[in-house]
């Protein structure tokens, strides 16, 4: 019932920018943390960005100082805000997010977007 729809992804040059979002819709109580993912062909998903409920962030050295991540609460929705990008960043990017439901109160799911394509050319 709970669902995650990315957007934003698309082809971008070397040094360019991208804002990913990620909207979280259904019958939502509370979403706790929220992360981006990403995985490149042929290798592991591996975790971009964090957030907490209470706003605290934290993110691989990979891409500290290029990557921030952002979440307003009232429209359930999580940022990945990219600038500098490299080809090495070129993945598909996926947002999670822990949420409770009203219906399993007392219950916290993980749930997965489908994932949105960012290409980095060289």
């Known amino acids: 019932q709970v669902q995650l729809a990315e957007s934003g992804g698309g082809l971008v040059q070397t040094g360019g920018s991208l804002r990913l979002s990620c909207a979280a819709s259904?019958?939502?109580?509370?979403?706790?943390?929220m992360n981006w993912y990403r995985q490149a062909p042929g290798k592991q998903r591996e975790l971009v960005a964090s957030i907490t409920s209470g706003d605290s962030t934290s993110y691989p050295d990979s891409v500290k100082g290029r990557f921030t991540i952002s979440r307003d609460n009232a429209k359930n929705t999580v940022y990945l805000r990219m600038n500098v990008l490299k080809p090495e960043d070129t993945a598909v990017y996926y947002c999670n997010a822990f949420i409770e439901d009203a219906v399993r109160v007392g219950t916290v799911y993980s749930y997965w977007g489908q994932g949105t394509q960012v290409t980095v050319s060289s």
């Open positions: 259904g019958n939502i109580l509370r979403i706790h943390d």
